[in-house]
């Protein structure tokens, strides 16, 4: 096996990678916004990954119903929006918040996630739960392996709802803050938390539930498109928000905080105004090799995909790049193959890398008429991968 097809196995396990976690490496930045109520923060940039600001951000807390984005999230992916879900007896009358549902009930699962994210219903949490997952026990197993997936090294579920249960259901602010922005990356997930007025059924009644969001924010903070309140005794008050604002999207977590609707909005404030993004390379621009490559006369390095970046002005200094390739001859006969990557550190940290591919300026090779059908079938498959999956 030559250089080259090992270089596009390797390309295949990260993107596979970049789906299931998204993109981007955790990379804290210096500084902090104004002061904060919160016990615990975090404010993270969705498309990247990069967490921003971090407040106590690796401390196990409680996190009450901010827990809900992790059921809707499971059950997003696992589930059918139009399946009919009957309302299991252990979810009637559970504690707290509710949507009043009745034993028996059938509701699609679409409008038990309304009922969940919007008025936090925790009648609506363990009939999803005993839906997708067959038993609450079931679903918080699933919950679990989904937070590993994530990679949230400090969180534990041990419900769908987030009520205190014992001290074993924990998570932290940078978790917290790692699942808002993988769960803000579905369309479904996007659509639920941003409604601010959602109308559903309910069986055996003369008119629907109407449901009003809880998330203030979606009505006090420009741009304002999520996610999720919460509230327990030992908890005190939790937030999950995002906003978006010309294209870019942030979002944070605020654990015990009395200020809760302040903090975040400082947050954002403060990440939108110190963050810009940065365009590190465009797609299709000239990649030049950093170490000695023989290159035949026209061809060429070409980014497959755009890279952006969060980047303090500060930052731009210790930005640097570093072009690994798979081979140290490019042929004409190359052209269109993946032959390495453009990867980006900020100091020592990797935040990110693009594959590139062979661009060739005359075509002095072999026409595509005449190459075999497999070569065919190849070129397309990576440029659609490429610019599909790796668009930043």
């Not at 009520?163 to 699942?179: G, I, P, Q, R």
């Not at 023989?294 to 061809?299: I, K, L, Q, V």
């Amino acid at each position: 096996m030559n250089v080259r097809k090992q270089l596009s196995g390797v390309l295949v396990v990260f993107l596979l990678i970049q789906l299931l976690i998204g993109p981007g490496v955790e990379a804290k930045a210096a500084g902090s916004p104004p002061g904060l109520s919160a016990e615990g923060a975090a404010l993270i940039d969705v498309t990247s990954g990069r967490i921003l600001y971090s407040k106590n951000g690796t401390k196990k807390m409680r996190i009450a119903s901010l827990t809900k984005t992790m059921t809707a999230i499971v059950a997003i992916e696992m589930g059918k929006l139009d399946a009919e879900v009957t309302v299991p007896p252990e979810a009637v009358g559970v504690e707290g918040s509710s949507i009043y549902l009745k034993r028996s009930e059938k509701l699609t699962l679409e409008e038990l996630l309304y009922g969940l994210m919007l008025r936090s219903g925790n009648d609506a949490a363990v009939t999803i739960a005993t839906h997708i997952g067959g038993s609450v026990p079931g679903f918080t197993y699933l919950m679990n392996e989904k937070a590993a997936l994530i990679g949230m090294e400090h969180t534990n579920f041990t419900n769908p709802h987030g009520l205190d249960d014992s001290n074993m259901h924990y998570s932290t602010a940078e978790d917290m803050a790692k699942l808002s922005a993988y769960a803000l990356h579905n369309p479904t997930f996007r659509k639920i938390v941003s409604t601010k007025v959602k109308d559903i059924s309910w069986e055996g009644e003369e008119w629907d539930r109407r449901l009003l969001n809880k998330n203030k924010m979606l009505h006090l903070y420009n741009g304002a498109d999520g996610v999720k309140t919460g509230y327990t005794k030992l908890a005190k008050r939790c937030l999950a928000s995002s906003a978006t604002r010309d294209g870019r999207q942030l979002a944070t977590i605020t654990l015990n905080a009395s200020d809760d609707w302040n903090d975040s909005a400082k947050l954002m404030d403060w990440g939108f105004s110190n963050f810009p993004l940065k365009k590190l390379v465009s797609l299709g621009e000239n990649v030049q090799p950093q170490t000695p490559i023989t290159m035949e006369a026209g061809t060429h390095l070409v980014a497959m995909n755009a890279f952006q970046y969060p980047l303090q002005s500060s930052e731009e200094a210790v930005m640097r790049t570093k072009v690994v390739m798979g081979e140290s001859n490019v042929t004409a006969k190359m052209d269109g193959q993946l032959i390495g990557f453009l990867q980006f550190y900020l100091k020592d940290d990797m935040i990110g890398q693009v594959p590139l591919k062979v661009d060739v300026t005359e075509q002095t090779w072999t026409s595509p008429q005449a190459q075999s059908g497999s070569q065919i079938f190849w070129h397309k498959l990576w440029d659609l991968m490429a610019g599909g999956l790796w668009s930043a």
